[in-house]
């Protein structure tokens, strides 16, 4: 199927793509494990068994490697949490989506990610860049948010809940980053969706 | 008045207690200018106006001075948020509190809460400090948050609410953390100022 719907990439293409994908991986890894003081692009490459100038050729500067990785495996993450309920398919389990929205939360991408924001709110190379990824990030998101939550956004108020709800998770994200704190998660999750079904009512996607 | 309360209380007593409060002053607001990699006890001392053996005295290690800034800090605004809303007062207006639980999570304290939390998650030494400074002050302030917001936590899903509310309150202030996020987090602050209200019914609080 690649053959068909890309016929011109040639097998170096593949490789330079592949060693891409290898660096922004590590790089996500990298910076979840040692924050953004022990991430240097030489870590990373190491890491993706690549030469440091193989991943310069990549990403010039280490501020490209990095908020390009955080970008990258947050489209992963989209692209794999849309596919768990497909729009064609009958509308999905309210507690469900709301368990795999704030589970993005948690893990190694939001590890990264935070470390990534911390460090841009005191270095001004990194700043402009981050508030840019976190604008494209933050958008998909609640767009996504909405789409399988089933909400209906024109209805007041129904924006600033779905808003609020992902800065909950954004939290409870936050207050996973020392401990372990899924136990309590899941009773703040099961509650907050009994009030999310009162406000935003039923699901009304589907059939 | 303090000569009437504390009797015994020397100049010399005074002076040790006014550096201690002006070095965990001085931390706080370092640590959240220049995070924790910047963050060193000689920084400390100079902007506090105090000997590195002073200030060494006071905190025998980084960890020590940065921990107790925070939990400092954290303490006086906690007195602070009470002061504003006298339990003998009549019930508060719920907007306004939270409003002001919401306000606790923007500015400096939260800032520097949050750097010393993302390097206690990479520094072992600092780990274990900050995971009992984070329950401390956690529970000091749902207690605060079901006092103020005038909830019976004996009726189903209200302390998952308030837990839940107050996780949204630290997303909200990561979300404040690299732009002025001040005119959307109003507007969520106003949905879920209704939503608390359907939830936890009116304030019972008050004569």
Chains 1, 2 share one sequence.
Not at 35 to 53: D, I, L, P, Y
Not at 161 to 181: C, H, P, S, V, Y
């Amino acid at each position: 199927m690649g053959a068909v719907t890309e016929p011109d990439r040639s097998p170096k293409q593949d490789r330079s793509r592949a060693t891409r994908q290898r660096l922004l991986e590590a790089a996500v890894a990298c910076l979840a494990d040692r924050g953004w003081t022990g991430s240097t692009v030489a870590v990373v490459a190491e890491h993706a068994g690549v030469s440091r100038g193989a991943a310069q050729h990549h990403f010039p500067t280490r501020e490209d490697l990095f908020t390009a990785s955080v970008e990258y495996v947050a489209e992963q993450r989209s692209a794999a949490l849309r596919g768990l309920f497909p729009a064609e398919a009958a509308a999905p389990d309210r507690r469900a989506v709301v368990t795999a929205l704030v589970d993005l939360y948690t893990g190694t991408l939001f590890r990264a990610a935070l470390h990534l924001w911390v460090a841009a709110s005191h270095e001004p190379q990194l700043g402009f860049r981050v508030v840019e990824l976190e604008g494209r990030v933050g958008r998909e998101t609640h767009r996504m948010a909405v789409e399988l939550l089933g909400a209906d956004e024109s209805a007041p108020g129904v924006r600033e809940t779905i808003q609020g709800f992902l800065d909950m998770a954004r939290g409870l994200g936050l207050a996973n980053l020392l401990t372990d704190d899924g136990a309590r998660r899941e009773r703040v999750v099961a509650q907050w969706t009994s009030v999310l079904d009162d406000v935003l009512g039923r699901n009304r996607r589907g059939p």
